[in-house]
């Protein structure tokens, strides 16, 4: 939500595009605003620049992005799930005499598969 005194912007999105909705209370009630100019203070700013930035993102490739916490908490889930899967690969194809490149490829190719 974005905040400038008696204006309050919306970033949503809609038929692939990223649509900013401004809207202003009349009598208690929440109502379409035409305004020919929006003043944010910094903070404000960089906030909008992020909600549009995400919004964007996601019209874009159809994902949502994740924020920091969630993102910290699926890297631990997979470093826990791929850790193990990945040590037996290299053991087993270190010990094949396979090349760091063979090695390298069958990792990837794990990860992927736990990733993706």
Request: net charge negative; charged share 30%.
């Given at each position: 939500?974005?905040?400038?005194r008696?204006?309050?912007?919306?970033?949503?999105?809609?038929?692939?595009?990223?649509?900013i909705?401004?809207?202003?209370?009349?009598?208690?009630?929440?109502?379409?605003?035409?305004?020919?100019?929006?003043?944010?203070?910094?903070?404000?700013?960089?906030?909008?620049?992020?909600?549009?930035?995400?919004?964007?993102?996601?019209?874009?490739?159809?994902?949502?992005?994740?924020?920091?916490?969630?993102?910290a908490s699926l890297?631990?889930?997979?470093?826990?799930?791929?850790?193990?899967?990945?040590?037996?690969?290299?053991r087993?194809?270190?010990?094949?005499?396979?090349s760091?490149?063979?090695?390298?490829?069958?990792?990837?190719?794990?990860?992927?598969k736990?990733?993706?």
């Amino acid at each position: 939500m974005i905040d400038s005194r008696d204006i309050q912007g919306q970033v949503v999105g809609r038929d692939g595009k990223v649509v900013i909705l401004f809207s202003r209370f009349d009598d208690g009630e929440l109502k379409s605003a035409i305004t020919d100019n929006l003043t944010l203070d910094p903070a404000a700013a960089i906030a909008a620049a992020e909600m549009l930035t995400a919004m964007a993102f996601e019209m874009d490739t159809n994902l949502k992005p994740i924020g920091e916490t969630l993102k910290a908490s699926l890297v631990e889930k997979h470093r826990e799930r791929l850790l193990p899967l990945l040590a037996s690969v290299i053991r087993s194809m270190f010990d094949q005499k396979k090349s760091p490149g063979q090695i390298a490829v069958a990792c990837l190719d794990e990860m992927c598969k736990e990733v993706f």
